[in-house]
T-cell receptor, first 117, second 115 residues
Framework: AQSVTQLDSHVSVSEGTPVLLRCNYS??????LFWYVQHPNKGLQLLLK????ATLVKGINGFEAEFKKSETSFHLTKPSAHMSDAAEYFC???????????????WGLGTSLAVNP | EPEVTQTPSHQVTQMGQEVILRCVPI?????FYWYRQILGQKVEFLVS????????KSEIFDDQFSVERPDGSNFTLKIRSTKLEDSAMYFC?????????????FGPGTRLTVL
């Protein structure tokens, strides 16, 4: 069965410092992995995705994530935080299209990122 | 840029009443989904829909729930007799096809409050 664990429920950083949001996953198939962001009163926006191509994935707004199969991790990073990065971040796994019609997304509990001036 | 829209943004209803949550997916997308997020809990998959039928549903999606694509643009979620525990944020999503990566585009959500 698939599952996602986000290791930190809250992360607080200072503006201009690096961001690290941790995620571990469990999947029986070759997974597709995603990070979604949710700003207050807004919908869920895709930040980046891994689908068995390059293991280092670049997303929008300067975010990156690295797929490490040996560690079953997909941590999200950004070199320098901006005030506008304050939001809820979700790590998500899917079995991917190789599993046929099973396209549902399995979500982590979320990490709330606060950016201090 | 095309986007998924949802109406209403907030729905308040009495326990036992029927509610219909509406979604307009991105126009060339073929797969449609509903998820919900109870306050403080994970986003949970409810149902996926393709080719005018349900392709997968979760244990949450019992006989009180139904989905429909009534007119080729709207995608609705109906809850026949709401319970207090149905209070949640409901997200609609759509994706393009089987051929590509499983990227789902989400609407802004409908907050359902059952009193």
């Amino acid at each position: 069965a698939q599952s996602v664990t986000q290791l930190d429920s809250h992360v607080s950083v200072s503006e201009g410092t690096p961001v690290l949001l941790r995620c571990n996953y469990s999947s029986s198939y070759s997974p597709s992995l995603f990070w979604y962001v949710q700003h207050p009163n807004k919908g869920l926006q895709l930040l980046l995705k891994y689908t068995s191509a390059a293991t280092l994935v670049k997303g929008i707004n300067g975010f990156e994530a690295e797929f490490k199969k040996s560690e079953t991790s997909f941590h999200l990073t950004k070199p320098s935080a901006h005030m506008s990065d304050a939001a809820e971040y979700f790590c998500v796994v899917s079995e991917g299209h190789y599993a046929g019609n099973n396209r549902k997304l399995i979500w982590g509990l979320g990490t709330s990122l606060a950016v201090n001036p | 840029e095309p986007e998924v829209t949802q109406t209403p943004s907030h729905q308040v209803t009495q326990m036992g009443q029927e509610v219909i949550l509406r979604c307009v997916p991105i126009s060339n997308h073929l797969y449609f989904y509903w998820y919900r997020q109870i306050l403080g809990q994970k986003v949970e998959f409810l149902v996926s829909f393709y080719n005018n039928e349900i392709s997968e549903k979760s244990e949450i999606f019992d006989d009180q729930f139904s989905v429909e694509r009534p007119d080729g643009s709207n995608f609705t979620l109906k809850i026949r007799s709401t319970k207090l525990e149905d209070s949640a944020m409901y997200f609609c999503a759509s994706s393009e096809s089987l051929a590509g990566p499983n990227e789902q585009f989400f609407g802004p959500g409908t907050r359902l409050t059952v009193l």
